[in-house]
């Protein structure tokens, strides 16, 4: 299990609070998640119903989001995509076809 430890930097508090008037946010839902390919663009791998080696990351694959930073969240993703796409390259099943 990996083990995060973070510290904010003075110039990473800074930018937040740049970013924090600016009112910027995480964009989410624009590649939405989902089992059916004729409401979503992904999978639950984040793999796209339509180009087989196109993986997408991040928030925009959320239909929704919850009072907290997504961070943690896109990072378990990321790595359960990582995951499907080692196994996907050692199966050889989508990569460089002949």
Same mark, same amino acid.
């Given at each position: 299990?990996? $083990?995060?430890?973070?510290? @904010?930097?003075?110039?990473?508090?800074?930018?937040?609070?740049?970013? $924090? $008037?600016?009112?910027?946010?995480?964009?989410?839902?624009?590649? +939405?998640?989902?089992? @059916?390919?004729? $409401?979503?663009?992904?999978?639950? =791998?984040?793999?796209?119903? @339509?180009?087989?080696?196109? =993986?997408?990351?991040?928030?925009?694959?959320?239909?929704?989001?919850?009072?907290?930073?997504?961070?943690?969240?896109?990072?378990?993703?990321?790595? +359960?995509?990582?995951?499907?796409?080692? +196994?996907?390259?050692?199966?050889?099943?989508?990569?460089?076809?002949?």
């Amino acid at each position: 299990m990996p $083990r995060i430890i973070y510290n @904010d930097h003075p110039n990473t508090l800074a930018m937040q609070e740049f970013m $924090r $008037r600016a009112a910027a946010g995480h964009v989410m839902g624009t590649t +939405r998640m989902g089992l @059916d390919p004729k $409401r979503s663009v992904v999978n639950e =791998f984040c793999q796209s119903h @339509d180009v087989p080696n196109l =993986f997408i990351g991040g928030s925009s694959v959320f239909v929704t989001s919850a009072g907290v930073n997504p961070t943690l969240t896109i990072f378990a993703l990321a790595y +359960r995509t990582a995951e499907c796409i080692s +196994r996907l390259w050692k199966q050889s099943a989508f990569l460089y076809p002949n």
